[in-house]
């Protein structure tokens, strides 16, 4: 049974950065895109970042382009999320995803992480 853990939320000022890590268990790494999606109060949860099982291939929502990266070391088994520059909007809670087919736009989910919350004060 695939477990995902997420660590690296917290509060934060707008312009500050954070780094998010999911490690994985229960099934090889390397087989999984991975992804990370984030749900603000009252809204549903939204694509923010995925990565394919090679790493060649990164996709981020618009919203987040040029401020946030994905990388993961199939090794370690774990997926990092790098947000810079942050803003409000940012804030939610933030889940680990592992699937397939990641595309720009979405991917298909297998497992989901318990979330982890980030608040970026204004």
């Known amino acids: 049974q695939v477990q995902l853990v997420e660590s690296g939320g917290g509060l934060v000022q707008a312009g500050g950065s954070l780094r998010l890590s999911c490690t994985l268990s229960?099934?090889?790494?390397?087989?999984?895109?991975m992804g990370w999606f984030r749900q603000a109060p009252g809204k549903e949860r939204e694509y923010v970042a995925a990565?394919?099982?090679?790493?060649?291939?990164?996709y981020f929502a618009n919203s987040v382009k040029g401020r946030f990266t994905i990388s993961r070391n199939n090794a370690e088994a774990t997926v990092s999320l790098q947000m810079n520059n942050l803003k409000p909007d940012d804030t939610g809670v933030y889940y680990c995803?592992?699937?397939?087919?990641?595309?720009?736009?979405?991917?298909?989910?297998?497992?989901w992480g318990q979330g982890t919350q980030v608040t970026v004060s204004s």
């Open positions: 995803a592992a699937g397939w087919g990641a595309t720009a736009q979405k991917m298909g989910i297998s497992s």
């Open positions: 990565i394919s099982w090679d790493g060649v291939n990164t």
């Open positions: 229960g099934h090889p790494f390397s087989g999984f895109d």
